[in-house]
């Protein structure tokens, strides 16, 4: 006999399932659109991303575009690396845009996904991050991946250790930006840490595609980034202690040898004897 919840599974599918079927939905949307986004030129394929970007800034949903904006970035893509996504790595991309982890193995294509939900979410302008487990994959998925976006008349940019300040700064201005977790999180300590706001590299933390999360969300997040400044110069501090010491007496203050910690008493608090 069946329980309620095995019975509601065969009758509803899972909730992956639902998903599954909704972002299937949209794949036949975008196959849909193929055949229109083929005839365009390359320079048709630019301007459909400058139309797109006033059709977000006019308040159309990123949702709403979703077909178009994929059927666009696979075009591009195909005409750039000659690589034409498949069907499941639309639904991965899908998903990615959604805010879900999408399980995808090593040679399926991970790179070329991630630049649907890229591109979408890039055109709001707000800057997309795309983040990689080592300086290398970076490097490599930016180059590689630039063309897609280039052909799409985006910007594409890298973030590694001891880079130029001003290559820095011109990186997290583009369109799509490609970093490790760990360069991210010390550029934004640094961020924090500025003196002055044009100092300020990352701009709004808005959307982020997350390789290995597993790893970087889990694994390595227990690891604390830890990074430090110049000091201030506290020379008038320090020399005002000088001048105070000598007047303390064992009535100011206890100590506890064990935890090998000083406390002010009452007396030494409100400098009587």
């Known amino acids: 006999m069946l329980g309620l919840g095995t019975l509601a599974r065969k009758i509803f599918g899972t909730p992956n399932d639902r998903k599954v ?9 975008i196959n849909a659109l193929e ?7 390359d320079d048709d394929i630019i301007s459909k991303t400058a139309e797109f970007k006033s059709r977000v800034s006019n ?7 979703l077909p178009e904006a994929f059927a666009n970035c696979r075009e591009a893509a195909k005409r750039a690396l000659g690589l034409r996504a ?5 639904m991965g991309g899908i998903f990615l845009h959604q805010g879900n982890i999408s399980e995808m193995k090593t040679g399926e294509g991970k790179t070329l996904v991630a630049t649907f939900p890229a591109y979408l979410n890039a055109l709001t302008g707000r800057g997309v991050h795309v983040v990689t487990v080592n300086d290398y994959l970076a490097k490599r998925d930016s180059e590689w991946m630039s063309n897609v976006f280039a052909a799409l008349g985006m910007t594409t940019g890298v973030v590694y250790p ?9 990186a997290y201005a583009c369109d799509v930006t ?3 977790n760990n360069e991210l999180g010390f550029d934004y300590l640094r961020d924090n840490m500025a003196p002055e706001l044009d100092q300020m590299h990352q701009k709004d933390h808005y959307f982020a595609i997350v390789d290995e999360v597993d790893s970087i969300l889990v694994d390595e997040a227990r690891t604390p980034l830890i990074i430090s400044g110049p000091a201030e110069d506290r020379s008038e501090l320090y020399a005002t202690i000088d001048r105070i010491i000598p007047e303390l007496s064992d009535d100011h203050y206890s100590i506890d040898e064990k935890t090998r910690n000083v406390t002010f008493t009452e007396d030494g608090f409100f400098g009587t004897a």
């Open 86 to 90: 498949f069907d499941v790595q639309l």
């Open 162 to 170: 001891q880079q130029a300040q001003e290559e820095k700064a011109q």
């Open 59 to 65: 308040g159309e949903t990123l949702d709403a575009l």
């Open 21 to 29: 079927k909704s972002a299937k939905a949209l794949v036949e949307k």
């Open 178 to 180: 490609y970093a490790t």
């Open 35 to 41: 055949p229109e986004f083929e005839a365009l030129s």
